[in-house]
């Protein structure tokens, strides 16, 4: 009764059968893996993570933690129940009652209980096996005989027979013992590994799943970043079209003001005319020489008549230019929201490398040797490089530069550490410089020591440098239409960062505000 009470509490509850490699979800029920990870499979098909047993949901799929413990007790227990309850073998000569076979006899065909073991012979004719209810599988098809040996060459088992006057004459032959117990060194051997490629597989997927986490919660960051930017676009942009209708309707309603000013005009005109018309048709003299001054009658107001009769045409190009002006200044609050701030960068002139030229502005470097600057700790020696003054220790920032007055040059961002002298100098090549480079129209993106070469040549002249330095990362996209990414450096920041020049030829230059794409 306590054996079956146990077998109940180690039965998986989804094929009712005994643990194998049992595993706990975090709610902490226990399934076997395989049944679990079925069920995970069709959830996912579904849309949706629960435990069977609770219904607990997961927003995820759930990872799964071995049970030891519950593996061993399982194990342990199916070791120590009885096999003949297992095999479901009955003895052939309890035929009254059945009773569990605890052997098999391959030469009688027959499975015996304890007592009819005790009584059965013991010629060696009479081989013993594990209760079977097929014998005829461990004699050969050919000879009938039973299977003794195991040829290595073939991978059969084989009888005597087949040794001597069959087709294994001459082959190499091992007991079955011995091939047994090969097999299954064999078979455990692959079993360590296939357990280490799946706990290797299970840490891949733990990491995966963390990984995904991660870049779930910077989806959702961007998703909600995206939905408020193309809010305010959408704002101002009604806005914009606001402004510009009322204009276009404000023009033709001003021809309704002159419209009704000219009625009142034409109004006033025809009374005064009528009155003129009665004056003229008067015989009285005195009536007449006593009327007030007819110049004021015939006063028509000539100072309106430019208020009047000069209403103008619809000024397209005046609507055009403040839609052109509106759109630009939507466009730079766009950029300035996807990218943050751009960065007003100037070159400075004491990290310059004597092999390097920088212009008055400092917007400019050029390949020119021998300028003979003094030699200070934050000069770089060897290479024809240079730093900006001006460093970024947080927010969002991006800088453009035209690359197009050389063939060989390097753009990208470094720490202020990052050494003046020596080959752990060059931008890129250590751990403290990341960069965007090109020689030979061959183009690549660096940083300690790795380099990734790009596919293709990039399609523009401008280079746009990215930095958001909260997520650690720094971007380069070629400023072509539309614009193109080309790689992304990730990294965890720990010093601020500046804009980085190398020029082997010609000379780059560094876009001013509102000159880049």
Same mark, same amino acid.
């Given at each position: 009764?306590?054996?079956?009470?146990?077998?109940?509490?180690?039965?998986?509850?989804?094929?009712?059968?005994?643990?194998?490699?049992?595993?706990?979800?975090?709610?902490?029920?226990?399934?076997?893996?395989?049944?679990?990870?079925?069920?995970?499979?069709?959830?996912?098909?579904?849309?949706?993570?629960?435990?069977?047993?609770?219904?607990?949901?997961?927003?995820?799929?759930?990872?799964?933690?071995?049970?030891?413990?519950?593996? *061993?007790?399982?194990?342990?227990?199916?070791?120590?129940?009885? =096999?003949?309850?297992?095999?479901?073998?009955?003895?052939?000569?309890?035929?009254?009652?059945?009773?569990?076979?605890?052997?098999?006899?391959?030469?009688?065909?027959?499975?015996?209980?304890?007592?009819?073991?005790?009584?059965?012979?013991?010629?060696?004719?009479?081989?013993?096996?594990?209760?079977?209810?097929?014998?005829?599988?461990?004699?050969?098809?050919?000879?009938?005989?039973?299977?003794?040996?195991?040829?290595?060459?073939?991978?059969?088992?084989?009888?005597?027979?087949?040794?001597?006057?069959?087709?294994?004459?001459?082959?190499?032959?091992?007991?079955?013992?011995?091939?047994?117990?090969?097999?299954?060194?064999?078979?455990?051997?692959?079993?360590?590994?296939?357990?280490?490629?799946?706990?290797?597989?299970?840490?891949?997927?733990?990491?995966?799943?963390?990984?995904?986490?991660?870049?779930?919660?910077?989806?959702? *960051?961007?998703?909600?970043?995206?939905?408020?930017?193309?809010?305010?676009?959408?704002?101002?942009?009604?806005?914009?079209?606001?402004?510009?209708?009322?204009?276009?309707?404000?023009?033709?309603?001003?021809?309704?003001?002159?419209?009704?000013?000219?009625?009142?005009?034409?109004?006033?005109?025809?009374?005064?005319?009528?009155?003129?018309?009665?004056?003229?048709?008067?015989?009285?003299?005195?009536?007449?020489?006593?009327?007030?001054?007819?110049?004021?009658?015939?006063?028509?107001?000539?100072?309106? =008549?430019?208020?009047?009769?000069?209403?103008?045409?619809?000024?397209?190009?005046?609507?055009?230019?403040?839609?052109?002006?509106?759109?630009?200044?939507?466009?730079?609050?766009?950029?300035?929201?996807?990218?943050?701030?751009?960065?007003?960068?100037?070159?400075?002139?004491?990290?310059?490398?004597?092999?390097?030229?920088?212009?008055?502005?400092?917007?400019?470097?050029?390949?020119?040797?021998?300028?003979?600057?003094?030699?200070?700790?934050?000069?770089?020696?060897?290479?024809?490089?240079?730093?900006?003054?001006?460093?970024?220790?947080?927010?969002?920032?991006?800088?453009?530069?035209?690359?197009?007055?050389?063939?060989?040059?390097?753009?990208?961002?470094?720490?202020?550490?990052?050494?003046?002298?020596?080959?752990?100098?060059?931008?890129?090549?250590? *751990?403290?410089?990341?960069?965007?480079?090109?020689?030979?129209?061959?183009?690549?993106?660096?940083?300690?020591?790795?380099?990734?070469?790009?596919?293709?040549?990039?399609?523009?002249?401008?280079?746009?440098?990215?930095?958001?330095?909260?997520?650690?990362?720094?971007?380069?996209?070629?400023?072509?239409?539309?614009?193109?990414?080309?790689?992304?450096?990730?990294?965890?920041?720990?010093?601020?960062?500046?804009?980085?020049?190398?020029?082997?030829?010609?000379?780059?230059?560094?876009?001013?505000? *509102?000159?880049?794409?």
């Amino acid at each position: 009764m306590a054996s079956a009470d146990l077998s109940e509490e180690l039965e998986c509850s989804l094929c009712l059968d005994i643990y194998t490699d049992p595993v706990t979800l975090r709610c902490g029920h226990n399934f076997c893996r395989v049944c679990i990870d079925r069920v995970l499979d069709s959830q996912e098909r579904s849309g949706g993570y629960f435990c069977p047993e609770c219904r607990k949901k997961f927003t995820v799929r759930p990872g799964l933690h071995k049970n030891f413990a519950l593996r *061993n007790i399982a194990e342990r227990f199916l070791s120590t129940r009885p =096999d003949q309850e297992a095999s479901g073998v009955r003895c052939t000569y309890c035929v009254d009652s059945p009773v569990p076979a605890v052997m098999s006899c391959l030469h009688c065909d027959a499975s015996m209980c304890d007592k009819h073991l005790r009584a059965h012979s013991k010629a060696p004719e009479h081989v013993l096996c594990a209760p079977t209810t097929s014998p005829e599988t461990r004699r050969c098809s050919v000879h009938k005989k039973i299977l003794e040996y195991y040829c290595t060459e073939d991978a059969a088992c084989v009888c005597v027979s087949c040794c001597v006057i069959g087709g294994h004459v001459g082959h190499k032959m091992m007991s079955l013992d011995e091939a047994f117990k090969e097999k299954k060194k064999k078979l455990r051997n692959y079993l360590q590994k296939m357990i280490a490629e799946k706990e290797e597989s299970e840490k891949r997927v733990q990491s995966l799943e963390e990984r995904r986490r991660k870049e779930q919660e910077k989806a959702d *960051n961007e998703k909600e970043r995206v939905t408020v930017l193309f809010k305010v676009l959408r704002r101002r942009l009604e806005e914009l079209e606001k402004k510009v209708l009322s204009d276009i309707t404000r023009k033709v309603e001003s021809f309704d003001d002159i419209i009704r000013q000219l009625e009142i005009k034409k109004a006033e005109l025809s009374r005064k005319m009528r009155h003129i018309e009665e004056l003229c048709n008067m015989t009285d003299p005195l009536t007449i020489l006593q009327e007030s001054d007819t110049g004021d009658l015939c006063d028509t107001e000539d100072r309106h =008549d430019k208020q009047l009769h000069d209403g103008g045409d619809l000024d397209v190009a005046g609507i055009s230019h403040t839609l052109h002006t509106g759109l630009a200044d939507i466009m730079s609050g766009v950029t300035g929201r996807i990218y943050g701030q751009l960065a007003d960068i100037l070159l400075d002139v004491n990290t310059a490398g004597n092999d390097l030229h920088i212009s008055d502005d400092r917007k400019t470097a050029s390949w020119s040797p021998g300028q003979n600057r003094p030699e200070t700790p934050e000069r770089f020696q060897y290479w024809p490089q240079v730093l900006s003054s001006r460093s970024f220790s947080s927010g969002r920032h991006y800088w453009e530069v035209d690359v197009g007055g050389s063939d060989s040059w390097t753009v990208g961002m470094c720490y202020p550490s990052i050494a003046r002298r020596g080959l752990q100098s060059l931008i890129g090549s250590y *751990n403290k410089s990341w960069c965007l480079c090109n020689g030979d129209d061959q183009y690549s993106v660096k940083h300690d020591r790795e380099e990734i070469r790009l596919p293709e040549k990039i399609p523009s002249d401008g280079v746009r440098i990215y930095l958001d330095y909260e997520a650690g990362q720094i971007s380069f996209y070629a400023l072509c239409d539309p614009i193109r990414h080309l790689h992304t450096f990730t990294a965890t920041f720990t010093e601020p960062l500046h804009a980085a020049l190398w020029v082997g030829g010609g000379c780059i230059k560094i876009f001013g505000e *509102n000159q880049g794409v």
